[in-house]
């Protein structure tokens, strides 16, 4: 029996200067909304942007020293980390976007 209990709606959890954590049920689309078979429950999205499996981390945010806080960033004086587009809540090319 596992002592750690599985949520039953996805969440997703940021680490500090890591990947974000998708734990649940949940299924991975890529944009032209086919399914990236994961075959795990939890899955490591990286934002760092360096992974050589994109759109999972493979630990290279380790090696590249990449820098983010575990929580939400309240703006440019962040070290800059939350200047982009997608620090302002939207992905390039989505609606929202600058
Ligand atoms: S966040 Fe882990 S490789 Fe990018």
């Known amino acids: 029996m596992s002592s750690v209990s599985e949520p039953q709606r996805p969440t997703i959890t940021t680490y500090r200067d890591g990947p974000l954590l998708v734990r ?3 299924e991975l689309l890529d944009q032209d909304g ?5 075959a795990r429950r939890t899955v490591a999205l990286c934002r760092c942007g360096k992974s050589r499996t994109r759109p999972l981390c493979d630990g290279t945010h380790r090696l590249v020293h990449f820098r983010a806080p575990g929580t939400l960033e309240s703006g440019p004086e962040d070290d ?3 200047t982009g587009p997608s620090a302002q809540g939207a992905a390039p090319g989505l609606p ?3």
């Open 34 to 38: 086919t399914v990236i078979d994961t």
């Open 80 to 82: 800059g980390a939350g």
């Open 96 to 98: 929202g976007a600058q």
């Open 24 to 26: 649940g049920p949940f």
